[in-house]
């Protein structure tokens, strides 16, 4: 079946750090890929996307590149902020219609960022 | 747009009551899925409707948990009896065809 699998946390930077966050999957055919980014006490919103392999999503200055070879969708920012404190899911969504689109996700990776 | 709505934000309830939880998707997305959080088992997804007909309850712990999707802009998730196990947030989304989904600020469920 479909899976995501993402790094433990929690993650805490220093504000101005780079910030990776590893996410790899299994899937049949070829799945959307997501981060999705939930503040606290909040649901979830859409980081970034990419839908096809070599794709590369961004937005906020994060970026994530579609790769099919590793079957990976690391999460990257340059510069983390005390704002960018949150928590961070890689998704995927089954490339075929029947599945509805539905989203498997990873577990989450808790991020915080100190002064 | 007021973006997908769920009430209540709070419930907290003791071991054997109904719950009825509830969700308005965004106006014009055909498709609603029911999620459930919590610390252990992360995000899973209950239950999902396309054009309010439920496509796959696989994900539903069990019969005690239902949803329902009457008409395109409202839907339930109700359990019954609750237990202290269910203690969660419960997310709703919905999508537009094609599209990425929207989630609610979710359910936070407490039950005693």
């Known amino acids: 079946g479909n899976s995501v699998t993402q790094m433990e946390g929690p993650v805490t930077l220093s504000e101005e750090a780079f910030l990776t966050i590893n996410c790899t999957y299994t899937?049949?055919?070829?799945?959307?890929l997501f981060w999705y980014v939930q503040y606290p006490g909040e649901g979830l919103q859409l980081l970034l996307k990419?839908?096809?392999?070599?794709d590369k999503g961004s937005n906020k200055g994060f970026e994530a590149t579609y790769r099919k070879e590793t079957t990976s969708f690391h999460l990257e920012k340059g510069s983390v902020q005390v704002s960018d404190s949150a928590v961070y899911f890689c998704?995927?969504?089954?490339?075929?219609?029947?599945?509805?689109?539905?989203?498997?996700f990873g577990k989450g990776t808790s991020l915080l960022v100190t002064p | 747009d007021a973006g997908v709505i769920q009430s209540p934000r709070h419930e907290v309830t003791e071991m054997g009551q109904e719950v009825t939880l509830r969700c308005k998707p965004i106006?014009?997305?055909?498709?609603l899925f029911w999620y459930r959080q919590t610390m252990m088992r992360g995000l899973e997804l209950l239950i999902y409707?396309?054009?309010?007909?439920?496509?796959?309850d696989s994900g539903m712990p069990e019969d005690r948990f239902s949803a329902k999707m009457p008409n395109a802009s409202f839907s339930t998730l109700k359990i019954q009896p609750s237990e202290p196990r269910d203690s969660a947030v419960y997310f709703c989304?919905?999508?537009?065809?094609?599209?990425?989904?929207?989630f609610g600020p979710g359910t936070r469920l407490t039950v005693l």
């Open positions: 989304a919905s999508r537009a065809q094609d599209a990425e989904q929207f």
């Open positions: 998704a995927l969504s089954p490339s075929n219609s029947n599945s509805g689109y539905a989203l498997n």
């Open positions: 990419a839908t096809k392999a070599d």
């Open positions: 409707f396309n054009n309010n007909v439920p496509i796959d």
């Open positions: 106006s014009g997305h055909n498709s």
């Open positions: 899937a049949t055919g070829y799945p959307s």
